[in-house]
Structure formats: C-alpha cells, structure tokens
C-alpha cells in the first residue's frame, strides 16, 4: 500500500469531501507534503493515527428517550 496519498485520495479514503481535507490541513490535524507546485501528498500514518482515537459513542434510544427529544 502507498506510504502517501494525495487529496482526493484522502477524501476517498475517510469518505469525507475535498474540502474538508484542505480544512484539516489548515486547522493542522492533517500535514500536507508538497512535493512540487502542483503535488501535495499526506502521509497515510498520520490520517490513521488522527482516526484511530476517535470513538463513536452508541446512545440507546429507549434508555435516553429524554436527550434525543431535545436533539
């Protein structure tokens, strides 16, 4: 598999948009390597690392019936 991926690439991989691939690049959650004026690339490590923390927390309706009515 390829050490680096370029943006639509990226934006495929985590099935999110381009351009939310550029915000993160600018909020510094993703580190962008140009590697000339029209290449830039990200390093595969990095996008799993910034995903592997992150924890999808199941809320069981009928248990908290009141905090998806105020949803």
């Known amino acids: 598999m390829k ?5 639509l690439e990226v934006a ?3 099935s999110i948009g381009l351009s939310t691939v550029w915000l993160y690049a600018k ?10 004026n029209r290449v830039t690339v990200f390093n595969l ?14 809320i069981d309706p009928i ?7 105020k949803m």
């Open 63 to 69: 248990e908290n019936k009141e905090l998806i009515c």
């Open 27 to 36: 909020q510094g959650k993703l580190t962008p390597k140009k590697l000339s």
């Open 3 to 7: 050490q680096y991926l370029r943006a």
């Open 12 to 14: 495929e991989y985590l």
């Open 45 to 58: 490590d990095e996008i799993n690392s910034l995903f592997s923390d992150t924890k999808i927390e199941f």
